[in-house]
T-cell receptor, first 116, second 112 residues
Framework: DAGVIQSPRHEVTEMGQEVTLRCKPI?????LFWYRQTMMRGLELLIY????????DSGMPEDRFSAKMPNASFSTLKIQPSEPRDSAVYFC??????????????FGAGTRLSVL | AQSVAQPEDQVNVAEGNPLTVKCTYS??????LFWYVQYPNRGLQFLLK??????LVKGSYGFEAEFNKSQTSFHLKKPSALVSDSALYFC??????????FGSGTKLNVKP
């Protein structure tokens, strides 16, 4: 398996523009996570899906952020409108969860977002 | 409040010397504990985990970690550091509700 695939790797946009980040989880994994990493705030969990259903979105900063998982092999994180403070590295991770819970998370390489 | 603490922003060690990266946690129930490593411009990679059983867990690249329930700690260790171990290390804990908490990260510098 190629691992978790994120696109694009880098995104530069202007304030006010819509940004869409994409993630393809590892085949067979049923849990998907979106994280944001900044120097100031470290690694923050934004949202967690299980079997394509959002389970915990308490980390989504505000209504400008939205995430979808239309099927088991694809997820998007959208920011509309984008602001300079959204500049960060966004990671997607997937995992296989059982009745015992979610286990090891496998991270993608991340998308570095710069909002000018 | 549930949290993970990595008290050291940076750890410096000479190659060949033992290393320890500290982690303490506060979470309800029985925690699942993890260590991840992040190299520059890369995503986090799993190193090792503790769920139950032996308190000393062995993982990738010669790393190990010791779970101490009374001290609520899960320190990462390696007997002999390599320059290639230089990276950012994250401790993480999962509670009974599948909520993950990551520490702030510790930068490990191994000098030749």
């Amino acid at each position: 398996d190629a691992g978790v695939i994120q696109s694009p790797r880098h995104e530069v946009t202007e304030m006010g523009q819509e940004v869409t980040l994409r993630c393809k989880p590892i085949s067979g994994h049923n849990s998907l996570f979106w994280y944001r990493q900044t120097m100031m705030r470290g690694l923050e969990l934004l949202i967690y899906f299980n079997n394509n259903v959002p389970i915990d979105d308490s980390g989504m900063p505000e209504d400008r952020f939205s995430a979808k998982m239309p099927n088991a092999s694809f997820s998007t994180l959208k920011i509309q409108p984008s602001e300079p403070r959204d500049s960060a590295v966004y990671f997607c991770a997937s995992s296989y969860g059982t009745s015992g819970g979610v286990d090891i998370q496998y991270f993608g390489a991340g998308t570095r977002l710069s909002v000018l | 409040a549930q949290s993970v603490a990595q008290p050291e922003d940076q750890v410096n060690v000479a190659e060949g010397n033992p290393l320890t990266v500290k982690c303490t946690y506060s979470v309800s129930g029985n925690p699942y504990l993890f260590w991840y490593v992040q190299y520059p411009n890369r995503g986090l990679q799993f190193l090792l985990k503790y769920i139950t059983g032996d308190n000393l867990v062995k993982g990738s690249y010669g790393f190990e970690a010791e779970f101490n329930k009374s001290q609520t700690s899960f320190h990462l260790k390696k007997p002999s550091a390599l320059v290639s171990d230089s990276a950012l290390y994250f401790c993480a804990v999962r509670n009974n509700f599948n909520k993950f908490y990551f520490g702030s990260g510790t930068k490990l510098n191994v000098k030749p």
